[in-house]
T-cell receptor, first 115, second 111 residues
Framework: DGGITQSPKYLFRKEGQNVTLSCEQN?????MYWYRQDPGQGLRLIYY???????QKGDIAEGYSVSREKKESFPLTVTSAQKNPTAFYLC??????????????FGPGTRLTVL | RKEVEQDPGPFNVPEGATVAFNCTYS??????FFWYRQDCRKEPKLLMS???SGNEDGRFTAQLNRASQYISLLIRDSKLSDSATYLC????????????FGSGTQLTVLP
């Protein structure tokens, strides 16, 4: 079945550790995104990528890093520099280069908790 | 002022009721609009796109008022399964940096 997968579903991290969240899609979509959602708030854009080997910062990129070595994969690393990383992280993709005017399809999310 | 603003609710309505949500946006140049549904601890899923003067899909109707810069979502004959958070999403101008999410309106349909 086609879709977006994220792993792990739940992740616990000690303060000071870097962690990497996986996002894979087999929809042949060009653009991929990472969002963060905090309780009672809307989604905020962390990073996005329109094509392989290219990505741009979103509104809250500080403390995060990404790579886009393959079209199917867009992993997000939450570094120790991110001051408040506990949140629900959502990966999404769209099929064409014209970002924002096409439906975004979301993965099931990763819930990160810093202990 | 938030760029996309929604009444957070919660809205508690009986089964069969009609309920309406409003969403206002600050950028008059916004180009397209969406309603997403998000169940508790799940990912958002597209409910409806709103591109022109409005959109209807079964029990759901979305309206756009560009002059007043708001969109609305009307749910008729509400079902228990409609209980969720409804997110208003606005494309401010055609790139991912300009896709802005409201914080959502929580709906609970009561038996």
């Amino acid at each position: 079945d086609g879709g977006i997968t994220q792993s792990p579903k739940y992740l616990f991290r000690k303060e000071g550790q870097n962690v990497t969240l996986s996002c894979e899609q087999n929809l042949n979509h060009d653009a991929m995104y990472w969002y963060r959602q905090d309780p009672g708030q809307g989604l905020r854009l962390i990073y996005y990528s329109q094509i392989v080997n290219d990505f741009q910062k979103g509104d809250i990129a500080e403390g995060y890093s990404v790579s886009r070595e393959k079209k199917e994969s867009f992993p997000l690393t939450v570094t120790s520099a991110q001051k408040n990383p506990t949140a629900f992280y959502l990966c999404a993709s769209t099929p064409v280069h014209r970002l924002g005017t096409d439906t975004q399809y979301f993965g099931p999310g990763t819930r990160l908790t810093v202990l | 002022r938030k760029e996309v603003e929604q009444d957070p609710g919660p809205f508690n309505v009986p089964e069969g009721a009609t309920v309406a949500f409003n969403c206002t946006y600050s950028n008059s140049a916004s180009q397209s609009f969406f309603w997403y549904r998000q169940d508790c601890r799940k990912e958002p899923k597209l409910l409806m796109s709103v591109y022109s003067s409005g959109n209807e899909d079964g029990r759901f109707t979305a309206q756009l008022n560009r002059a007043s810069q708001y969109i609305s979502l009307l749910i008729r004959d509400s079902k228990l399964s409609d209980s969720a958070t409804y997110l208003c999403v606005v494309n401010m101008g055609g790139s991912a940096r300009q896709l802005t999410f409201g914080s959502g309106t929580q709906l609970t349909v009561l038996p």
